[in-house]
């Protein structure tokens, strides 16, 4: 069974015993969560590694593809359910687009004018969208691996 580490649960004020199991109910719902994030794989040496996109520190390896993806998924459920835990919120899957990093870069007055005279003439809404769109325009190609969250048949 999924265990976490010690953590001081805010809602109950005491300390938890870091070898008990997570809460059945928030376990389900970082399942279900954890499902749709995407995976990273790497091989090195005929062995598999993988780690969270979204959680980038939950990591798990194997053997093949299939055992690093279920070592990963697991520990991408363990953090999942530890944040939720603690009353923090994890963070959106990636595939669902939301634009979650910000980036404040420092322009002349000058530069300024001309990136958005240079953007309205290209049709963008705004600054952000066209230095978004020249910049990942030649972005390289992935070299890992990304496995994407299967979609369940809906009934």
Do not use: C
């Not at 265990?3 to 970082?30: C, E, H, M, Q």
């Amino acid at each position: 069974m999924v265990t976490s580490g010690k953590s001081k649960n805010s809602k109950r004020g005491k300390t938890l015993d870091p070898a008990r199991p997570f809460d059945p109910a928030i376990l389900v719902r970082a399942r279900t969560i954890a499902e749709r994030y995407q995976i990273v794989l790497e091989r090195e040496d005929d062995w598999w590694y993988g780690h969270g996109l979204e959680q980038p520190g939950a990591g798990g390896d194997g053997a093949t593809i299939e055992a690093a993806v279920a070592d990963t998924r697991e520990a991408l459920v363990t953090i999942t359910a530890y944040m939720l835990e603690k009353g923090e919120r994890p963070p959106a899957p990636a595939n669902e687009g939301l634009r979650t990093e910000q980036v404040n870069i420092r322009l002349t007055a000058e530069e300024r004018l001309h990136l958005e005279s240079r953007s309205q003439a290209q049709g963008f809404r705004g600054l952000s969208d066209f230095v978004r769109a020249v910049a990942l325009a030649d972005a390289p190609a992935k070299t890992a691996t990304v496995v994407r969250p299967r979609r369940r048949a809906r009934k």
